[in-house]
């Protein structure tokens, strides 16, 4: 069972994005904000990180960065997901260290395919 972490603020999203992915058997932990997030990362060592961009504190990117920057987490692939939807914000969310890049609204099966590309 593949193990998530999703870091997303908004309790609609996060509960809809993780019932969808409870479905096909992969085990969510969710955390509201960035340093709890990076906390649970920390704490979980999953397989793949689920992050909104724009959370309350330490923003997504900043986590991100965070999790790249630290040896125990850094080998572990971030898809950063935004509801902002220009060049620049994927260019932002990779240059801090993000693997991938989704924009919200989410489509579902994109997001699978994204995270099984990065998942092998």
Do not use: W
Not at 23 to 50: F, H, N, S, T
Not at 61 to 77: F, N, V
């Amino acid at each position: 069972m593949v193990r998530i972490v999703m870091v997303e603020d908004n309790e609609l999203n996060r509960d809809m994005l993780s019932r969808r992915l409870a479905r096909r058997d992969y085990d969510v932990k969710c955390a509201v904000d960035g340093e709890q997030g990076v906390a649970l990362v920390k704490e979980e060592q999953p397989e793949i990180v689920l992050m909104d961009a724009s959370l309350p504190g330490i923003d997504g990117l900043e986590a991100t960065r965070q999790l790249k920057a630290d040896d125990a987490t850094a080998r572990i692939p971030i898809i950063v997901l935004s509801a902002h939807a220009m060049a620049e914000d994927r260019e932002k969310a990779l240059s801090a260290g993000a693997d991938g890049f989704s924009v919200k609204p989410i489509k579902f099966n994109e997001l699978i395919e994204l995270m099984d590309s990065l998942l092998g």
